[in-house]
């Protein structure tokens, strides 16, 4: 297990976006937290050039990452990177580049799903906060995208790219600010006649 910075900023993603929209009791959270910081702990020691085996139990998520990045062929910069803009803070799982595409990427490992509007409107938001926080200046010009690992081995891309995910974000911190937990309909239905579409390959 990584160590966790010492922040210096009050929020995370994960607690302006709890504010909003509290998560309901989820069955077997406990193993699915498991499994996402095993895969991910895995992933990272591979990335930085280790020889690891996959741990047993999800041996079919760390073939999905094997297999996306053969596809994708990544050239990541940084690894599980922390940030903080003394606003927010977070760790974003990579940073860098994809074959074929020319913007900085950042990206999102994920061992779940992700299926239905509001799980992809989280991680577009969660997405949108780490590029404002990682590249405040450039954060339009930074790729944003969410790599699916599945427990069969079958991986998915999704891209991110509506720029109302900004806003989004922007408008929850600032009721975390503001400590009103007012109708946030406005700020979660923002992309009701758009949204994030396409996936990278």
């Keep these: 297990m990584r160590e966790i910075p010492a922040w210096n900023s009050p929020w995370s993603f994960t607690k302006v976006w709890g504010l909003a929209h509290p998560m309901p009791p989820i069955p077997n959270l406990e193993a699915i937290l498991q499994r996402g910081v095993a895969v991910h702990e895995w992933t990272a020691q591979v990335d930085e050039g280790a020889t690891v085996r996959p741990p047993a139990a999800y041996e079919g998520y760390c073939e999905a990452y094997r297999s996306a990045c053969y596809a994708l062929a990544p050239s990541w910069t940084q690894i599980e990177q922390p940030f903080c803009n003394g606003r927010w ?36 938001t969660q997405l949108a906060c780490y590029a404002m926080g990682w590249k405040p200046e450039q954060y339009t010009q930074v790729m944003r995208v969410g790599i699916y690992l599945h ?14 995910d900004f806003d989004r974000w922007l408008g929850l911190l600032k009721e975390a600010n503001d400590g009103t937990q007012t109708d946030s309909e406005t700020a979660l239905h923002a992309d009701r006649e758009g949204g994030n579409t396409g996936e990278v390959r």
């Design 151 to 164: 427990k069969d081995g079958a991986w998915h891309t999704q891209l991110y790219d509506d720029p109302r």
């Design 89 to 124: 803070h977070g760790i974003i799982d990579r940073v860098g580049y994809l074959k074929g595409f020319d913007p900085l990427v950042i990206a999102d490992l994920k061992t779940g799903m992700g299926a239905g509007k509001d799980a992809q409107q989280r991680i577009a």
